[in-house]
């Protein structure tokens, strides 16, 4: 029970449902109010009290259970190596992954627990043979089926999501206030719970430091300085400085960021656009297809809030014996940086999921070479 | 039925406190008022402040009511220290918070330079280490502050060696006797007479609350020596030798005294009867438990007779709290921060423990209210608890879960 409003109205159907319900708040940094501050987001003292009043009304007990120096592992400091690793890394994700439904799971099962409620926006169904599977919400504007896809079918053995079939979070905040939750009204957080102010370069410059570097096209011709690659990201149009236009006079984009060198590459939208993404860590939310191995037609999501993309995915074995997924838009997707998750569904279920370490662009490199020399 | 087994966060009110505090709050009347009805609630004030008095060897004059036990320390460590030029204190590892966060205040506000006393094994501060601090230029000392009775483990100090330290070495000493009083016999001057202290200087301060034995919460008292010289935190009205301003209150004084005078001259009786509890206690946890550690002193004349303080190897004391609570049984870990969240003991860290133990300890504390069937009622509950949290383990960097 993070102290919003859908853990606490998730929390009150599990109750309602006839479960036996305990509220347990995740304490994710030792010294609360150095995360986020006011009313939003996690690990506050205000928020661990609003979870426990709406603990209290739902007449559930409610402890807080302190996960800080895995969180501090796990999603904050793998959130800044990723981000030196010239990557772009969903930390909602990865504490999905690594505390709600591994750290939290555990200790919950361990403890005699059966399964972990949260008030994520996603549906679990059960097929005729028992087997689970992981659907979108029916909100559609709250589905965060997309932050859940890292679950695979152990996690999600565990896990329950009463708010699934809300038609809308208006309801929810409606349910709440019927309920006499004084978090009926709160307001629902975003960013990174961790980054206080929402700064997420100021905060990341204090941690991986910034270095003036190169800002190259894509034929490797210096166009300008930056003050530290991890300042930017893929698709990234602004604040990128170049004294001189492109030659066509287009607006240029951030394409790719190389951390080992420190510099930024950039070049014109069209360049943005991607054919092809595969990363070599790969799950399935449920039952995987029946032959991974041969394509199969499914729709990509690379972020919590884009519109998927209907796609061809397979799973390819290089010489090596390492598999990857593969995943073919069937038109470019735009603005794909490497360590997003790639979330690929079949109708409303989410089929699975890879973290992208490579793409292909659309618009290959070597005529822009030949344009070059030319 | 719940089973109670936490007295040391605090515990119940007794009749004779509840029905004193009742028919003190019907009575009305500003005990700093100059009219008859102001005198009437001056004298129950004062009637009470003789009777906590009494049963900390003090003179009343040197009782000042607070608002709880933290405000007095509060007072007492500032105090002294603003009064004096000297900027260290010292202070032992292992303290209640109330001590550790007024005196890392000091150090980040005040330019207060914190000496942090060892503690042995067993909880004990290590006198040749004060002593030590003590002959290392006293004059830049402004006082040395320490609990009476560790409130985790249970461990009670030396006080006559400590209170004949600080005034050989003429600094003024606090005494955090919250978890002490009403455990322990207590008196204020035997303490400072048998020390030799001179005016001003060794045992000048002493901080006790009266919800724990019994009074209710939201009245404290810090017994301060009138020889002492201390700033105050509180300025208004002038109220208690100009140390504490504010009104008093008189109903909460009241009660507390009621409580005071049930208590103590029922000490001696009652700690027997407890002690014999714990050990029955303990008897049960260690058979239940082989390979769990009890803390602290295992001498009864050297600790609290009503706690009990164990570590067990491989659980996480916050799992046991819950499994425990679940069987219905309250216990605790110790001391939690202001959101919830266990934190590792901060006193067996200091007894130089390592993490995973200060991780798994669990205390459990027996009062007035506590019962054979109470322990026994813990002790059938423990086996499952235990294992259950063995198997929960101590939160480790990988899960089953991950990949």
């Not at chain 1, 109010?33 to 996690?42: E, K, N, P, V, Y």
């Not at chain 1, 930024?264 to 799950?283: C, H, M, Q």
């Not at chain 2, 959101?339 to 669990?362: F, K, N, Q």
Request: glycine share 10%.
């Amino acid at each position: 029970m993070s102290g919003g409003v859908d853990s606490a109205v998730a929390a009150a159907r599990a109750v309602d449902a006839g479960h036996d319900v305990v509220g347990v708040h995740l304490a994710l940094s030792r010294m609360p109010g150095t995360l986020r501050t006011g009313s939003r987001g996690c690990c506050t003292i205000e928020d661990s009290m609003d979870a426990q009043r709406a603990a209290n009304l739902i007449g559930i007990p409610y402890y807080v259970w302190d996960f800080s120096e895995r969180f501090k592992a796990d999603v904050v400091d793998d959130f800044i190596a990723e981000y030196s690793a010239g990557r772009t890394p969903n930390p909602c994700m990865r504490c999905n992954e690594r505390i709600k439904f591994s750290a939290l799971l555990e200790k919950a099962v361990s403890l005699g627990f059966d399964a972990v409620v949260t008030g994520h926006y996603a549906s679990i169904t059960t097929d005729a043979a028992g087997n689970r599977e992981l659907h979108r919400a029916a909100a559609w504007a709250k589905d965060q089926s997309y932050v859940l896809g890292v679950l695979t079918t152990e996690q999600l053995a565990y896990a329950m999501f009463p708010l699934g079939a809300t038609p809308s979070k208006a309801e929810v905040r409606a349910e709440a206030a019927a309920r006499g939750f004084s978090v009926a009204s709160k307001p629902d957080s975003h960013d990174i719970c961790f980054i206080p102010d929402g700064d997420t370069r100021g905060w990341l410059a204090e941690r991986v430091g910034a270095e003036t570097g190169d800002i190259l096209d894509r034929t490797g011709a210096k166009l300008g300085e930056h003050e530290g690659a991890h300042a930017y990201t893929v698709g990234q149009r602004r604040g990128l400085q170049i004294g001189t236009p492109a030659a066509d006079g287009k607006p240029r984009f951030v394409l790719e960021v190389r951390p080992k060198d420190n510099t930024v590459v950039v070049g014109p939208k069209e360049a943005l656009d991607i054919a092809e993404i595969a990363g070599s860590r790969f799950t399935w939310a449920g039952l995987p297809p029946l032959n991974s191995h041969m394509p199969f037609e499914c729709e990509v999501q690379i972020r919590a809030h884009a519109d998927p993309v209907p796609a061809t995915a397979v799973v390819s074995t290089d010489a090596a014996g390492a598999e990857e997924l593969v995943v073919t838009p069937h038109v470019p997707l735009n603005g794909v940086a490497p360590g997003q998750t790639a979330v690929v569904y079949v109708g409303t279920r989410v089929l699975g999921q890879c973290t992208i370490d490579r793409t292909v662009s659309a618009v290959p490199v070597e005529p822009l070479l030949a344009e070059a020399r030319a | 039925m719940a089973v109670y087994l936490d007295h040391a966060a605090t515990t119940p009110m007794s009749d004779t406190a509840i029905s004193a505090y009742v028919d003190a709050m019907a009575v009305v009347g500003n005990p700093s008022s100059i009219h008859s009805q102001g005198q009437n609630a001056r004298r129950l004030l004062e009637e009470a402040r003789e009777q906590v008095a009494a049963t900390l060897g003090c003179d009343p004059i040197e009782v000042v009511f607070t608002g709880n036990g933290t405000e007095a320390i509060n007072l007492a460590i500032k105090g002294l220290f603003w009064a004096r030029p000297g900027t260290r204190i010292l202070v032992p590892g292992g303290e209640h918070h109330a001590t550790i966060d007024t005196v890392e205040w000091l150090e980040r506000h005040e330019d207060a330079v914190i000496d942090w006393l060892p503690l042995d094994e067993l909880g004990r501060v290590r006198l040749d280490a004060l002593e030590s601090a003590l002959a290392t230029d006293a004059a830049s000392i402004a006082l040395v502050s320490m609990l009476w009775a560790n409130n985790e483990v249970g461990t009670l100090q030396p006080v006559a060696e400590i209170a004949a330290l600080a005034a050989r070495y003429g600094i003024p000493l606090h005494l955090d006797a919250v978890a002490a009083y009403g455990h322990v016999p207590i008196s204020f001057a035997d303490v400072r007479a048998a020390s030799g202290a001179a005016a001003g200087v060794g045992l000048v301060a002493l901080s006790v609350s009266a919800h724990k034995i019994g009074g209710p919460v939201g009245i404290g008292a810090l017994v301060l020596s009138r020889t002492a010289a201390l700033e105050a935190l509180i300025h208004g009205g002038g109220q208690q030798r100009q140390v504490r301003s504010g009104t008093q209150d008189v109903a909460a004084a009241v009660s507390f005294a009621a409580a005071s005078g049930a208590v103590i001259p029922a000490m001696e009786g009652e700690s027997a009867r407890v002690e014999a509890l714990r050990s029955r206690l303990v008897a049960g946890v260690v058979a239940a438990v082989p390979s769990v550690v009890v803390n602290g002193d295992p001498d009864a004349a050297g600790r609290l007779p009503g706690t009990a303080h164990f570590a067990f190897p491989g659980c996480q004391g916050d799992s046991l709290l819950f499994l425990l609570d679940a069987a219905g049984v309250s216990v605790s870990t110790g001391s939690a921060c202001q959101a919830g969240i266990p934190e590792p003991s901060h006193v067996l860290l200091a007894m130089g423990r390592d993490d995973e133990t200060a991780r798994s300890a669990l205390r459990v504390t027996l009062g007035r209210t506590t019962t054979e069937a109470d322990v026994d009622a813990f002790v059938a509950a423990l086996p499952a608890a235990y294992a259950q949290a063995a198997r929960a383990g101590l939160a480790g960097r990988t899960t089953s879960f991950d990949r």
